[in-house]
């Protein structure tokens, strides 16, 4: 592999292991979670070893009916910069609807959604990619999403509306095997037909990761090893065009440290394989199948005037797109009722993911709660999260989580309750409580007692 070459997410209950791990080239960083100012020691370990590391944006939402928010892009840049990266990347996705826009309460997924591939919604996105464009300092390389639902009406292929993105932004493409599988388990679309479809030229780097099917659905989990048919679309792909990178997506489920070490030199070591299958198949091809080449470059002038008759038309579609989002999100998030033509079943599906998603999340970003509540946290997160929207970040879900359970008086055990009382005030208030570090000893203690017991 040329270019980046063989690479790896980054993450916290990983970072030992990926440091140890031999034939790592590159690391994708998940941007909202690491600080400019305080970068994790592992990441500048692996810095100064050489090895690139990546921004991976995960809230901009650049497919939604909103402009992207001035504040996530320059929080993006200054990651970008830290890191000193050759490029960002996000997704084509939109991840909240409603507010002003729309004049109705403003409403997270707190997960990617699939925009629908209609002129409208390519408007939208070509616009809101052209604004991220100009306030990164590299460039930027968007992911194609996996999905469960699908939008009635569509007047695209992914492909083609990959194609057509690329051709009216310039911007670079990060292809998600793993996703084009998901999407064929859950929508019926043909990978090869998706790969025979894409600028390929425009290919920034891959992604691979594993998922799990039940009950017919592929859940595109990143917890679970990278399935075979997964590494025969990176064959495909190999097989048409040389990936400057491919990177290894792991994210939960991780098993003991040792092994996770061991696990992920075997999956690193299926993708090299794939990728050298594929390159031995491009030399043997004596008749490869055509592949689309972009349009050479408008004029300046031209490209100015397609740009301000694009944003003509954005301004009058930005409303009808926001209305449909919106509609969507709130069945999903808020028991709306489904918009017409929408499959219920798999909305469903999608609604439980996205609230099995949020407790995770939550669970992350504050694990202190599933410490506190025990075997409870989860039940008790389901059961808030089916009355309550998420309508801020994770860190105010958290809050509100647990200043619900509060006030209905839960949990039960008034020892447990207090705990759970004194977490919240002390993340509430606008600075940390000075009882904080009492606190935590004395959950300390009593967790060393109960084990005892």
């Known amino acids: 592999m040329r270019g980046l070459g063989t690479g790896i997410g980054w993450r916290p209950e990983t970072a030992d292991a990926v440091e140890r791990m031999p034939g790592i080239d590159w690391v994708e960083v998940v941007a909202e979670n690491v600080c400019p100012g305080h970068l994790p020691a592992s990441l500048l ?8 590391v990546v921004p991976h944006g995960v809230s901009l939402g650049l497919g939604g009916a909103d402009r992207p928010d001035a504040g996530r892009l320059t929080a993006l840049a200054e990651r970008a910069t830290a890191l000193g990266a050759p490029l960002v990347t996000e997704h084509i996705a939109f991840v909240r609807a409603g507010g002003p826009l729309t004049a109705s309460p403003r409403l997270e997924a707190g997960h990617l959604l699939p925009v629908p591939r209609t002129r409208d919604a390519l408007d939208v996105l070509c616009a809101n990619v052209r604004i991220a464009q100009d306030a990164l300092p590299v460039p930027l390389a968007l992911e194609n999403i996996a999905a469960l639902i699908s939008w009635p009406g569509e007047e695209m292929t992914e492909g083609q509306f990959l194609y057509e993105l690329v051709e009216r932004t310039g911007v670079r493409l990060l292809i998600d095997v793993a996703n084009l599988h998901t999407n064929h388990v859950n929508r019926g679309e ?3 037909k998706a790969l025979a479809e894409l600028p390929l030229e425009a290919l920034a780097y891959v992604h691979v990761a594993g998922g799990v099917e039940r009950e017919g659905v592929w859940h595109d989990s990143h917890a679970h090893p990278v399935p075979q048919p997964v590494l025969d679309i990176l064959t495909d792909l190999a097989a048409r065009v040389a990936p400057p990178g491919v990177l290894l997506e792991r994210d939960d ?21 794939a990728v050298a299958a594929g390159a031995a198949l491009r030399r043997v091809d004596d008749d490869p199948a055509p592949r689309p080449v972009a349009p050479p470059p408008q004029p300046p002038a031209a490209e100015a005037a397609a740009e301000t008759a694009t944003e003509t038309v954005t301004e009058t579609v ?14 999903l998030v808020a028991g709306t009722p489904v918009p017409e033509g929408f499959d219920r079943v798999r909305m469903g599906v999608q609604a439980r993911a996205l609230t099995v998603k949020r407790a995770q999340v939550v669970a992350q970003v504050a694990p202190e709660l599933p410490e506190i509540l025990g075997e409870g946290y989860r039940p008790m997160f389901l059961r808030y999260a089916q009355g309550q929207p998420m309508t801020g ?3 105010r879900d958290a809050l509100d989580f647990a200043g619900r359970l509060l006030a209905e008086g839960r949990p039960q055990d008034a020892a447990v309750r207090r705990e759970l009382r004194e977490w919240w005030l002390d993340r509430s208030g606008p600075m940390p409580r000075s009882r904080r570090p009492v606190v935590r000893v004395a959950r300390a203690a009593r967790r060393a007692l109960a084990r005892r017991g």
């Not at 370990?45 to 690139?52: K, P, W, Y």
């Not at 489920?253 to 394989?273: C, K, S």
């Not at 930005?318 to 069945?331: K, N």
Request: hydrophobic content about 40%; cysteine-free.
């Open 393 to 395: 970040g994770y860190r």
């Open 318 to 331: 930005r409303e009808r797109l926001g209305l449909a989002q919106a509609a969507v999100l709130s069945a």
């Open 45 to 52: 370990r692996l810095r100064e070893r050489g090895v690139t």
């Open 190 to 192: 043909d990978p090869a």
């Open 253 to 273: 489920n991780f098993p003991e440290p040792a092994e996770v070490e061991r696990e992920l030199i075997r999956e690193t070591a299926a993708i090299r394989e």
